[in-house]
């Protein structure tokens, strides 16, 4: 049972509306190119299928790779295709009629869109910064009423990212209710949750190999739980998910752990060095521990229609609590990064920079590496 003394919810749902991207520099949407490895099993799968006439059984491989990967246990993993049926078959599993979700800031898309789908409502508590863990607040939402409460560690698009401390501290004062923890972007905050899993039983992890692994168009996710947790949840996982190339391709990155380290330092070196370019302009930035970064402009609506203009697309958050006058740009591509700074080179400096926003600059995450960076660049100069 849980605790009688939880204040009761507020009735106030925050909804957000998802426009669809083109394929710019910085989309969502831009299909990458798997790496050497993926290509290669990929195509010797297809050699023997054709040799054999016959389906190639490849799920133990994926459970295997996955298992090494994750210093975990097969009974404590379970394969999902798309991120989106991971979190509906936890929420199916698990709801009941007038079940609530309380999120730590705003929920990722996939989630809000699978909460919809379950017909289950879905509630933010936003705290003082939005960039910033909340645990004491998100413990006084929580309520009899409150069945899951999902986290998406590091916040995509904030940053926010929650320690192992704050986690645990979380969890003891949970009850019966569920945290649905998020590390789609573990491979760049490099913090995980996976040591929490051998004290409490109401917690599930779920990961996606979309983002960083650059599987973009071979869906594939998974969770990780305690064995009880897997095995409930196990009965709501569709036939066949993930489907027979994505199990391929997932196995074979995640036996090529150089090609995934390479890719984020990559972006991380990138996300640096655009950064500097930036704030040199004088643009307000911040470093998410992901592939974003976060830029405090004056004008949002010019900003973003002379980046489009250029080729290049960035995230309008000002329909979030607290983000007014945020744009977020994904940095991935090596080639684009000194076309964007190119671009606000270009635009009219009130657009981006007024004495209010630069007198207030956010701290980069990373300002061990931005004064090396700064440092490489006067080099090059």
């Known amino acids: 049972m849980k605790s009688t003394d939880k204040p009761k919810r507020s009735d ?10 083109s394929r710019h520099y910085g989309s969502p949407e831009i299909i990458h190119h798997p790496s050497t490895r993926v290509r290669r099993a990929l195509s010797e799968y297809r050699e023997r299928v054709d040799a054999r006439r016959e389906t190639v059984a490849t799920g133990d491989d994926l459970l295997a790779a996955l298992s090494r990967f994750t210093a975990l246990p097969g009974k404590c993993l379970l394969t999902f295709g798309d991120i989106s049926s991971a979190f509906e078959a936890i929420l199916q599993r698990y709801a009941r009629p007038g079940s609530v979700i309380l999120a730590a800031g705003p929920a990722g898309d996939r989630f809000r869109l699978a909460a919809e789908s379950c017909n289950i409502n879905l509630y933010s508590h936003y705290g003082v910064s939005p960039f910033t863990a909340d645990p004491e607040g998100l413990v006084e939402k929580v309520t009899d009423d409150t069945d899951f409460l999902y986290i998406q560690n590091p916040a995509h698009p904030t940053g926010a990212l929650y320690n192992l401390d704050e986690l645990a501290f979380i969890l003891e004062r949970l009850g019966d209710t569920i945290m649905i923890l998020d590390e789609s972007y573990i491979e760049y905050s490099g913090l995980t949750a996976t040591p929490l899993l051998q004290k409490f039983n109401n917690l599930i992890i779920v990961r996606t190999f979309t983002e960083a692994f650059n599987l973009v168009g071979l869906a594939c996710s998974y969770l990780l739980s305690t064995p009880a947790r897997i095995d409930e949840v196990s009965v709501q996982k569709p036939e066949r998910a993930p489907y027979i190339m994505a199990e391929i391709a997932a196995a074979a990155v995640l036996n090529d752990f150089e090609f995934l380290q390479s890719r984020v330092e990559r972006i991380n070196e990138n996300l640096v060095y655009l950064s500097v370019r930036l704030r040199r302009l004088g643009v307000s930035c911040r ?12 004008d949002s609506p010019s900003v973003l229609s002379t980046l489009r203009k250029a080729g290049i697309f960035a995230f309008d958050f000002g329909y979030l609590p607290q983000m007014e006058n945020y744009i977020g740009l994904a940095v991935t591509e090596d080639t684009a990064v000194g076309k964007v700074a190119e671009t606000f080179e270009l635009m009219p400096r009130e657009f981006y920079h007024s004495h209010t926003l630069s007198n207030g600059k956010l701290r980069l995450n990373r300002s061990a590496e931005e004064r090396l960076t700064e440092t490489n660049i006067a080099d090059t100069k």
Do not use: E, F, G, Y
Request: glycine residues 0%.
């Open 287 to 298: 470093i998410t521990p992901a592939d974003l970064l976060l830029m405090r402009v004056t």
């Open 12 to 21: 106030t749902a925050v909804t957000t509306t998802v426009s669809k991207a």
